[in-house]
Structure formats: structure tokens, C-alpha cells
């Protein structure tokens, strides 16, 4: 498993409530996979694109990313975002093969 390049130890809280509200959240946090599906999260472990989320924002809830196709994809805007950042365009679409920043 590689290091996340969405956060870091010394930001382990979560991703969304501190994009949303500026708020630090530590407690109770969860790993998610910003990509997803099997083929998917094991790439995200590879590349680290992963991060933290609250329960709230992981799978309960009306915002929790695995039920909210918006906050989902924004996730996935971001990771794309962080990786074209180290890595380029180019190697996404090789690996990832699908642009999700429109």
C-alpha cells in the first residue's frame, strides 16, 4: 500500500468536513478508496489515492459518498486532480482510462 497522496499522517481527519466546513473531524475515521470497484481500489492503493472520511461522509447519510453520487464524484475529480499533478494526464487515462474532470 502506498502513502496517500490525498492527505497525509499529519492530516489524518476528514477529507470532507474539512473541504466543506473547515472543520477538524479525527474521531472515528474511516479509509476510503477514491477510486472504487475492485479493479479500481486496488489501483488506489497502489497510487495512493486514498484518504480519510468520517462515518457520516463514508456510508451514513444523505452525504456520506456511497450514497451521494455528487460527493462520489467529486472525490474522484479530486484524486484524478492529484495524480495529473504528480503524474500527468496522460498516465491517468492509461491506467485509469476515464476523465472525471469535465
Request: aromatic share 12%; with cysteine; proline share 2%.
Given at each position: 500500500?502506498?502513502?496517500?497522496?490525498?492527505?497525509?499522517?499529519?492530516?489524518?481527519?476528514?477529507?470532507?468536513?474539512?473541504?466543506?466546513?473547515?472543520?477538524?473531524?479525527?474521531?472515528?475515521l474511516?479509509k476510503?478508496?477514491?477510486?472504487?470497484?475492485?479493479?479500481?481500489?486496488?489501483?488506489?492503493?497502489?497510487?495512493?489515492?486514498?484518504?480519510?472520511?468520517?462515518?457520516?461522509?463514508?456510508?451514513?447519510?444523505?452525504?456520506?459518498?456511497?450514497?451521494?453520487?455528487?460527493?462520489?464524484?467529486?472525490l474522484m475529480?479530486?484524486?484524478?486532480?492529484?495524480?495529473?499533478?504528480?503524474?500527468?494526464?496522460?498516465?491517468?487515462?492509461?491506467?485509469?482510462?476515464?476523465?472525471?474532470?469535465?
Open positions: 500500500m502506498a502513502m496517500s497522496i490525498i492527505q497525509t499522517k499529519a492530516t489524518k481527519e476528514c477529507f470532507l468536513c474539512r473541504f466543506e466546513k473547515n472543520i477538524e473531524n479525527t474521531k472515528n474511516e476510503h478508496h477514491f477510486m472504487h470497484g475492485t479493479a479500481n481500489r486496488r489501483l488506489a492503493e497502489r497510487w495512493g489515492l486514498w484518504g480519510y472520511l468520517c462515518p457520516q461522509h463514508h456510508r451514513e447519510g444523505p452525504e456520506a459518498v456511497h450514497n451521494n453520487k455528487a460527493n462520489d464524484l467529486f475529480q479530486v484524486a484524478q486532480g492529484r495524480f495529473e499533478k504528480l503524474y500527468g494526464h496522460e498516465k491517468w487515462m492509461e491506467i485509469f482510462g476515464k476523465n472525471y474532470i469535465i
